[in-house]
């Protein structure tokens, strides 16, 4: 099996990227780059050197209206729409949009997927922060559940947790868990709120929180030599979730999810 080295990895998720954006600019959908893709057009101008993903957000509506346009997607471009964890789009924390051709292995996660760029929703927050604290506190519990239910432990345990899995997925904590993250995100009204975030991963708690007039006013960033739209407020942004973003991690820490990619045409 070839695997694409680093370069090659990185040129065909900005190939993603792009196409992302145009189709978003065709059908006039918002959208930002958003975690360490947004940390690395500010710091790098591009990838951050030992990063190996890409993430953009966009409004709820942006995302749902994309969600109805994948087939037009999937015609007119070479990727396609795909549901978090195999599960169809409408029913997931978020969606990816892939390259079927390429296929990767994922050693954080030990798990095989195609190539795919993140895609988040972005929901309406409450402007008391302890009611914010408290809905990434329940995300964030309906997130450990999700995760014991999908990822592929590793030896010697797999055995033992492939029974623990099997159980908890035919009781129903899987669909029960990827409901209540959606409803989590979607209880307060976008556009009725003054603060949002991307609410139904929630990694970073209430340090997404955001001014939705300032994460709907866009900025272009150059990203690879390519110009993205980027949300006003990346400051705040970035330093909610990574403090002093502008200064490098120990090297103990600049970690990426393994990812390793191979064409699935055994022609390409």
């Given amino acids: ?148 239910c999908t990822v592929i432990p590793r030896p010697p345990f797999r055995a033992l947790k492939n029974v623990i899995q099997a159980i908890m997925k035919r009781i129903g904590l899987e669909d029960q868990a990827l409901r209540k993250i959606n409803q989590l995100a979607q209880q307060e009204s976008y556009e009725d709120c003054d603060y949002v975030g991307a609410v139904s991963w929630g990694l970073y708690g209430e340090g997404e929180r955001i001014p939705k007039y300032e994460f709907e006013k866009k900025e272009k960033v150059l990203f690879e030599g390519r110009a993205f739209n980027a949300m006003s407020c990346w400051n705040l942004y970035l330093t909610g979730l990574y403090g002093d973003y502008m200064s490098l991690p120990p090297v103990e820490k600049r970690k990426n999810h393994g990812v390793q990619a191979y064409y699935t045409d055994r022609n390409q």
Wanted: glycine share 4%; with cysteine.
């Fill in 1 to 148: 099996m070839n695997y694409l080295d680093n370069n090659e990895l990185k040129k065909n998720l900005l190939r993603i990227l792009t196409s992302f954006s145009e189709f978003c600019e065709l059908h006039q959908l918002d959208y930002s780059l958003s975690g360490g893709t947004l940390l690395g057009a500010i710091r790098h101008q591009g990838f951050i050197p030992w990063d190996d993903d890409i993430d953009v957000c966009m409004p709820r509506a942006s995302y749902e209206r994309l969600i109805e346009l994948r087939d037009e997607l999937a015609e007119t471009t070479a990727f396609q729409i795909e549901g978090f964890y195999g599960h169809s789009p409408q029913e997931s924390p978020y969606i990816k949009m892939i390259d079927p051709n390429i296929e990767v292995l994922i050693d954080e996660l030990n798990l095989t997927a195609n190539l795919w760029i993140d895609v988040m929703p972005v929901d309406g927050l409450p402007s008391n922060s302890e009611a914010v604290v408290s809905v990434y506190d329940q995300i964030e519990k309906n997130r450990n559940v999700l995760c014991n």
